[in-house]
Structures are given as structure tokens and as C-alpha cells.
């Protein structure tokens, strides 16, 4: 079917639906489609433009916010960009993961067009179906791909004059962060311009800009926009990051400073969720390549098929559904950079071998290929068994491992500074109702108190989503024991922790922002909290001992001596 059939049959379809809201499915792409039917369950008015152009981002601001970025980017690059738009007569733009406008890539032709069609500019606030109908941008992000529209193809009428195209937009880990995106008023868009938008997407993904703009906005007419970025903006000290005072976390960020100065590789060891990545992202903002990517790359990801390609990249035609014209791989795109490998451990022998060899060599061959391509990156690796037991057990090349192993810095878990807990709880918490628009609860002594002595298996990151938890289903000031999980308030840990407290440092129970909670000794602190819990435990169950010894994780002996302690103490209640 012809381009100019195809539009006209797409038009008799979007005809029929919106004057019936029923279709003929045959020859409309279905994801289409489905965004049609979303519009009109949304309420979309297909006729309704006032609202449309009440949307668009004023045309001063979109120059305040170009000033403030250029200094940030390569020029020549920035240039490129904005002449393939202009030339092309396309409108060039970011958005975020919520369809929100983030930046205009070109200026001398959008601005010409706005001005012949009467409207500020060219650049939506927010690209959503409930306010703009369907739109490629939305897609692109939904579909996990490339996407091309053409005049009915959009929901709303006031588009059906335009050609638009968009790409979905990831981070280090592959995840969809926002789509670029092409709008133009010639229904016929030239054949360059979806290409080209994979090409700018690979730029924006590596060069990392919309994870750093995204949390400076502000708010024009409801649609949040881009705060002006300071000329000289304050840097945070990457070493904040690692929360904690406790021997081991000091020895860690010890080491993450000294060994961030070098070019030697990097092994990081500890569980999982223990806070890796957060030294690896520590060492790279640290190091003389902060300006440079950082590629974080999950080796339990990694087929063993698909692992080859993906880091060394591959040649046109090297496999069925290769690029035409070929793709870098993530370790070229880290070039200038650091790379980071996580759960080193699952990395096959064969791809622990060609790393070798472009870890000595300092070049890449690209899957199919044949020319080698000089690559100057930093690696940083990290592994939940220590490189030695690795080796031991097959599971790493001895060779590559004395390789990579140019520095090791263990991170200990978090039952082993339990009194750095305290101090991330209230890291995180700031962080969270930032996020949440929400007020800093407290945490009870007992809560407080039990969380810092159960044993967290998940490390930090089960940590964080406790809070996160919490967050939703305590709405109170204060979490109270009674709020906390049932696996954590009935841990057996908890009722015999006095010697693994003696083991691994004196704990604070503090109430994050609070400089001191109690001047009690420890164990007359724990002794109170520990009667406490039991009584509660016990009015939960009826008075039940047997119900209440199992939740607790003890025997009816121990429980039994306990509630003699508590009448010895209590002789008149």
C-alpha cells in the first residue's frame, strides 16, 4: 500500500471511530489503536485546540533554558543537532519518562513555523494521551522502540497536519528514561530522520543529561519545566554517599578515595545490596574521569549469547536483525569513561577471556568485524564472592581475575555495623519524602530499636524499601513497633541479641534528627523494650503461650522466664 493510501485509509478508520468509538482493525498499526481507545475512555476531545495551544512552552522560555545548557555540551556536537533539524525541517526535542518537556534541540525552524501557525512555539509541556492525544513520543516509551506517525495516526485533529517520529531514551541499565522525539509539517518525513533519533538517543543515554536535569524543575501554567542551571553550580562530596560511622564503613570510604585517584582496576565484594554500586559511582564522580560516562553494566543480564554484542558492539550483517551500518557496544561507548561490571560472578569464561585480551590490548573487535577500535576506559567490577574463592571454584579465570583485581574493597554487610543503621535510616527517609511530599516521621523507641538488631538479609536496599513501605501504610508522625513487618518484629534475633551487640559496636537508638534519644544503658534499655514487646505480643494472641513463643521465635521455657522477670520487676501490676 501506498504512503498516500495508507493515509487515507488510516483516515477513514480514525473517522469511524471517533463518530462511533467502534473500528476497522485492518491496516492501523494496533498500537495505535489501543491509544485511541485510551483518549476517548480519558475524554479527549478530538476537535477541542484551545487547550492544545494553551500547552506549548513560550518561546522565552525554551531560550532561557538553551542558555543556560550550552555551555554544558560539545558545540560542534550541539551544532550538528541543531542543523540536521533545521535542514530537515523537523522540530527537535527531549522528554522525560512522564512525557514532560525537558529540551529543544533546534531553534530557526520551529520558531518560523510557530509564528506562521499562530502559537508560541512548537513545544509541548507534556506529551500525554490525556492532554495531547496520541503521540509518538508515548509510544516510542510504551513500545520499547522506534515509532513513526502521520497525520490521522494522531488522536487529536489539531495534529493531523504532522509527521512525527520518536525514540525511546534509556539509562546504564537499559531502563526507558524519556523519548526524543521529530515533528514535522510534512506528512512525508525524510527517510534520515528515524535513524537519526537512534543516533541522538545513544548520545543522550551516554552523556547522562536527563537523569541530572530532571531534578531541577519548576511549574508554568501546571506543566513543570527546567530550572536555569547555576553557572557554578556546589558539588556535592561523592563520599556522602556512603552513609555510616562505624569502623568498616570508614575503612570503605578510606579506600574508595585513594584508589579513585588511580587508573588500576577495581573489585568491590560484599552481598547483595550492601551499596556497590554506590562506591562505584563514588569512585567515577572521585576520579579524573567523572566527566567521562559511567556504563553500569548487570552481568547477571547477560546471556550468553546475547553478552558478546552487547559489549563489543557488531558489525551490518554480522547477524539476522543486526543495525544496518552496525552498533557500538557498551564498552566503546565507555570509552573516556568507566565501566562497570556487577555480579561479576555470572560472566561466562569465553567473555571473561575476550575482556582479557581488551583489557591488555586496549582495543575492541566488534562482533563480525575484523577492525580493531581503540578503546580508554577504567573498569570497576563487583562480585558477591571474593575473587580468590571465584577462582578457586572455576566460576572466574585466574588470569582474568589477577587482571582486574588491581584493588579489592570489601563492603560489610549491614548486620556487621549495626550502628550505622540509625544514620542510613535517616539518609534514606530524607530522601524518600523529598520524593513523596511528605513530613519526616519519627520511629518509637522500640521500632527504632528493633530495627537496628534485626539482621537484614536484603542489606540497605531491603532497608530502603522498609521505609518506603512504611511510608505508604504509616501516615501517622510517629512508626510505632506495631507498624513494622511481622518478619521483622518476631525475628529470633531479637530476643538474643546482647551478645551480637557487644560483637559489633555499641548501638544508638536514636530517632533520625534527634542528637540523642536516651541516656539508659543499653542493656536496661533492652531489657525494657524486650518486656514490652512480649506484653504487646501477648495481647495480640489473647494470652495464648504457645501462639505467642512461636511468633517470637523461642520456647515456651524462655518464654515463661521472661514473664517471671517481668512480675519480679512489676510485683504490683
Not at 577492525?371 to 573498569?379: H, I
Request: proline content about 5%; hydrophobic content about 35%.
Amino acid at each position: 500500500m501506498s504512503h498516500k493510501k495508507q493515509l487515507e485509509k488510516t483516515a477513514a478508520v480514525w473517522k469511524q471511530f471517533v463518530e462511533s468509538g467502534q473500528f476497522i482493525q485492518a491496516g492501523v498499526q494496533k498500537s495505535v489503536l489501543d491509544s485511541w481507545q485510551i483518549c476517548r475512555q480519558t475524554g479527549v476531545d478530538p476537535w477541542e485546540s484551545e487547550k492544545i495551544q494553551s500547552a506549548f512552552v513560550p518561546g522565552q522560555e525554551i531560550t532561557a533554558m538553551h542558555m543556560t545548557k550550552g555551555h554544558r555540551r560539545p558545540a560542534e556536537t550541539m551544532k550538528a543537532i541543531g542543523q540536521f533539524g533545521d535542514e530537515n525541517r523537523v522540530v527537535l526535542s527531549i522528554y522525560d519518562k512522564q512525557g514532560i518537556f525537558i529540551e529543544a534541540m533546534n531553534y530557526d525552524y520551529p520558531e518560523s513555523m510557530a509564528q506562521k501557525l499562530g502559537v508560541e512555539s512548537l513545544f509541548l509541556g507534556q506529551l500525554t494521551e490525556n492532554i495531547s492525544g496520541t503521540n509518538a513520543v508515548t509510544l516510542a516509551m510504551r513500545e520499547s522502540s522506534t515509532v513513526r506517525l502521520a497525520g490521522y495516526d494522531h488522536y487529536h485533529s489539531w495534529f493531523h497536519a504532522f509527521s512525527c517520529s520518536a525514540a525511546p531514551l534509556r539509562d546504564g541499565r537499559g531502563n526507558i528514561v524519556g523519548a526524543v522525539g521529530a515533528s514535522s509539517l510534512d506528512l512525508h518525513q525524510p527517510t534520515t530522520v528515524l535513524p537519526f533519533l537512534r543516533c541522538l538517543a545513544d548520545i543522550y543515554q551516554h552523556w547522562r543529561w536527563l537523569e541530572y536535569d530532571r531534578n531541577k524543575t519548576r511549574y508554568w501554567q501546571g506543566v513543570k519545566l527546567m530550572e536555569p542551571i547555576p553557572e557554578a553550580p556546589s558539588t556535592p562530596n561523592p563520599l556522602n554517599q556512603m552513609v555510616g560511622t562505624s569502623p568498616g564503613m570508614k575503612h570503605v570510604r578510606e579506600m574508595v578515595a585513594s584508589v579513585a585517584q588511580g587508573e588500576l582496576s577495581v573489585m568491590l565484594v560484599g552481598e547483595s545490596g550492601v551499596g556497590k554500586e554506590v562506591a562505584a559511582q563514588s569512585i567515577h564522580d572521585l576520579s579524573s574521569r567523572r566527566e567521562g560516562p559511567l556504563i553500569v553494566i548487570n552481568c547477571g543480564s547477560l546471556s550468553e549469547t546475547l553478552a558478546g554484542s552487547t559489549l563489543f558492539g557488531y558489525e551490518s550483517g554480522s547477524f539476522t536483525g543486526a543495525r544496518p551500518g552496525g552498533k557500538a557496544g557498551l564498552i566503546e561507548i565507555a570509552n573516556g569513561g568507566t565501566l562497570f561490571l556487577d555480579e561479576l560472578e555470572n560472566l561466562s569464561p569465553a567473555i571473561q577471556t575476550m575482556l582479557l585480551r581488551c583489557l591488555d590490548e586496549k582495543t575492541v573487535i566488534r562482533t563480525g568485524g575484523t577492525k580493531e577500535r581503540v578503546v580508554d576506559f577504567r573498569l570497576i567490577t563487583a562480585s558477591k564472592i571474593p575473587g580468590e574463592i571465584a577462582v578457586s571454584k572455576g566460576i572466574l579465570r585466574e588470569d582474568f581475575y589477577y587482571r582486574i583485581a588491581g584493588y579489592s574493597i570489601s563492603i560489610p554487610p549491614l548486620r556487621k555495623r549495626r550502628q550505622d543503621i540509625p544514620l542510613l535510616m535517616e539518609a534514606l527517609l530524607k530522601r524518600l519524602v523529598e520524593k513523596m511530599g511528605r513530613a519526616m516521621p519519627r520511629f518509637s523507641e522500640e521500632a527504632m530499636a528493633c530495627c537496628c538488631h534485626y539482621p537484614w538479609p536484603g542489606n540497605v536496599r531491603q532497608l530502603k524499601n522498609l521505609l518506603e513501605q512504611l511510608l505508604v501504610t504509616c501516615q501517622a508522625d510517629e512508626v510505632k513497633y506495631s507498624d513494622l513487618p511481622e518478619a521483622i518484629r518476631y525475628d529470633p534475633s531479637w530476643l538474643n541479641r546482647f551478645q551480637e551487640n557487644r560483637d559489633h559496636g555499641q548501638i544508638t537508638t536514636k530517632r533520625p534528627g534527634k542528637k540523642e534519644m536516651s541516656r539508659k544503658s543499653g542493656r536496661h534499655l533492652m531489657n525494657q523494650l524486650e518486656q514490652k514487646m512480649v506484653q504487646q505480643i501477648l495481647e495480640e494472641t489473647g494470652g495464648n503461650v504457645s501462639e505467642s513463643a512461636r511468633r517470637l521465635g523461642i520456647s515456651r521455657p524462655t518464654l515463661y522466664r521472661i514473664l517471671k522477670e517481668i512480675h519480679r520487676e512489676t510485683p504490683n501490676q
